[in-house]
């Protein structure tokens, strides 16, 4: 029954998490703006503020960072170096980086140099506005993962928001090819490599290690005077040819 929901509820997940997607680009765009006002009205009292100003800086670019993730881009690069905020997670994640973005937010604000008469009506509120509203959104963020995934189909709520109500169907495709290119990538890893089986290994005797490859039996010369007995070529018992000496250079170094 409750899979069943949770399917009945991936069609209108897919407006409910776009719409969901476009508040979290506002809330990073506030946070933003917050930082580059608190930037601007950085006070100058210690030779400390370089730090503080650095960390705006941080929390800037990290916001940037965030809104390019929940883009339709880059979901690769995402996928294989930030699986947590990867396709294939939910946004719990996210939620966590609005929450620490948000509550450093409201906690800059008790400091005199950024209290309202300091800063002013107007930017007071942007960061006021900034760290509620990145609050408000890490919560939504986390009920809606739980509220639009399915465990048990290894549906998230990010795919849920990709794909609509044919999320379940993609995902089973996706895992499909996946396999299908690991198996011929091993099956390519073990063409390319040589195999080795202790099995079909052939055992010698040690009377057949210590023989040598190629066993020939050679006689010693024959010294015969019988012309009649010997030809060109005499041969032993067991049938091999052995050369007359009488033609070896050796004999004929007297001559040189």
Do not use: C
């Amino acid at each position: 029954m409750l899979s069943f929901l949770k399917e009945s509820l991936a069609g209108p997940g897919y407006v409910i998490l776009n719409a969901i997607r476009v508040l979290n680009i506002i809330a990073l765009l506030d946070i933003i703006a917050a930082d580059a006002v608190m930037l601007v009205k950085i006070s100058l009292l210690t030779s400390f503020f370089f730090f503080q100003a650095v960390a705006h800086v941080i929390s800037a670019g990290f916001s940037i960072f965030l809104i390019i993730s929940e883009l339709p881009i880059l979901q690769g690069y995402f996928d294989r170096n930030w699986p947590l905020i990867g396709q294939d997670s939910g946004f719990i994640t996210l939620a966590i980086a609005l929450m620490v973005l948000g509550v450093g937010l409201l906690g800059n604000l008790n400091t005199e140099a950024t209290s309202q008469e300091s800063l002013g009506l107007a930017f007071w509120r942007i960061i006021l506005s900034a760290g509620i509203l990145a609050m408000i959104m890490s919560v939504v963020n986390v009920v809606s993962s739980f509220v639009f995934a399915d465990r048990d189909a290894g549906v998230s709520a990010r795919h849920v928001r990709a794909y609509g109500a044919v999320a379940p169907q993609k995902i089973v495709t996706r895992n499909a090819s996946s396999s299908q290119r690991s198996f011929k990538l091993s099956l390519k890893r073990e063409d390319s490599l040589p195999t080795y089986s202790s099995h079909t290994s052939v055992r010698r005797s040690p009377s057949d290690r210590n023989a040598t490859r190629f066993p020939l039996k050679i006689s010693g010369p024959i010294h015969s005077n019988n012309d009649a007995a010997s030809s060109k070529y005499s041969r032993d018992s067991s049938g091999v040819s052995v050369p007359n000496l009488a033609h070896h250079p050796a004999m004929y170094s007297g001559h040189i």
